[in-house]
C-alpha cells in the first residue's frame, strides 16, 4: 500500500509522514541514523524535517550535525529527500537548493512548552513577517528554496502569514504547516 502522498507543489510530492531529524548527532549516532533514513525512505517516506539547530538539546559541538548526516546520507545513498533549512543547511546538505523551508519556531514571544498563559514581560522585539517573507521571497526567486512553510506556529501566526503573502504582491505563499506534538 505504501505511505500515502502529498503534493505541496505541481512538480513536488511529498510523503504524508515525515521523519524528524532532531536526534541526529546527540542521542543517534551517524550509523543509527543511516539505518533510520534508509529505513524510512524505503518504506515510502521521503521528507525528511532537519533544522541548524539540530539536534537538541543544543550544543555548540553538536549543533548542525543533524544536517551533516543527512548531507552524508544523501551522498552516499544517491537518494534525494526534502530538507529545512537555509544557506548554511545548503552547506552542510551539500545541495544547492531546498525544496521545502520551514520556518521552525515564532521570531516573536509566545506562550510555549507548557505555558499557558501570555507573559507581557517576555515580549522581545522581533522579525516582522513581511521582512521574513521578504528574505524567503528571494531566496525563492534565486532558486535556492522551492517552497515554503511554518513550523510550530501558532495559528494567529498561520493567519497573518497566509493574510501578508495574499496581500503583498511578491511574497511566497506557507504551503505547508507542520504541528509538534509532545506526548
Given amino acids: 500500500m505504501g505511505v500515502p502522498v502529498f503534493n505541496l507543489a505541481p512538480d513536488l510530492t511529498v ?21 533510520l533514513l534508509s529505513l524510512a525512505f524505503h518504506s515510502g517516506i521521503n521528507f525528511f524535517d532537519s533544522a541548524e539547530i539540530y539536534p537538541v538539546p543544543q550544543r555548540a559541538e ?8 543527512i548531507g552524508r546520507w544523501i551522498r552516499e545513498t544517491k537518494i534525494p529527500v526534502i530538507a529545512l533549512s537555509w544557506r548554511q543547511s545548503l552547506k552542510r546538505l551539500r545541495t544547492n537548493y531546498i525544496d521545502l523551508y520551514q ?24 522579525v516582522f513577517i513581511e521582512e521574513q ?12 528554496i522551492r517552497c ?32 509538534l506534538i509532545m506526548l
Fill in 15 to 35: 510523503s504524508r509522514l515525515c521523519l524528524g531529524t532532531m536526534t541526529f548527532g546527540e542521542q543517534n549516532s551517524l550509523s543509527q541514523s543511516f539505518g
Fill in 62 to 69: 553538536t549543533q548542525g550535525k543533524s544536517e551533516e548526516y
Fill in 103 to 126: 520556518i521552525h519556531w515564532p521570531d516573536r514571544y509566545v506562550p510555549m512548552f507548557g505555558e499557558t498563559e501570555y507573559d507581557p514581560t517576555r515580549q522581545f522585539s522581533s
Fill in 133 to 144: 517573507l521578504d528574505a524567503l521571497g528571494r531566496a525563492v526567486d534565486a532558486g535556492k
Fill in 148 to 179: 515554503i512553510g511554518l513550523s510550530n506556529e501558532t495559528p494567529y501566526g498561520v493567519m497573518k502569514f497566509l493574510q501578508i503573502a495574499e496581500h503583498i504582491p511578491g511574497h511566497p505563499k506557507i504551503i505547508s504547516v507542520q504541528v
